[in-house]
Nanobody, 123 residues
Framework: QVQLVESGGGLVQAGGSLKLSCVASGRTFSRYTMGWFRQAPGKEREAVAGISLTGSNTYYADSVKGRFTISRDNAENTVYLQMNSLKPEDTAVYYC????????????????WGQGTQVTVSS
């Protein structure tokens, strides 16, 4: 199973930016759709963004569209989430995960999670 390690979270003021990284172990990274999810206190984990195997297709939750950008580097086994114009409601623990080819925001994810990275946006 692919091991995932997220990093890059922190405390930022509203309107600021952060870039999250997720490094995957193993040699099968390019076989997976990759995604970022988040979980705020007292809420369910929700999908934020996904990216296809080659990076040619990306998709986003409406709440982050236009502000967040997902990308991947298959040579480095890494997926990124660039977060701009952050809002207090973006505060959450962010997780990356693996998905089947063709996974969407709502389905196809393999329930494989890293430890997460905390993002806190102050108002």
């Amino acid at each position: 199973q692919v091991q995932l390690v997220e990093s890059g979270g922190g405390l930022v003021q509203a309107g600021g930016s952060l870039k999250l990284s997720c490094v995957a172990s193993g040699r099968t990274f390019s076989r997976y759709t990759m995604g970022w999810f988040r979980q705020a206190p007292g809420k369910e984990r929700e999908a934020v963004a996904g990216i296809s195997l080659t990076g040619s297709n990306t998709y986003y939750a409406d709440s982050v569209k236009g502000r967040f950008t997902i990308s991947r580097d298959n040579a480095e086994n890494t997926v990124y989430l660039q977060m701009n114009s952050l809002k207090p409601e973006d505060t959450a623990v962010y997780y990356c995960t693996t998905g089947l080819p063709g996974a969407t925001l709502k389905s196809g994810w393999l329930n494989n999670w890293g430890q997460g990275t905390q993002v806190t946006v102050s108002s």
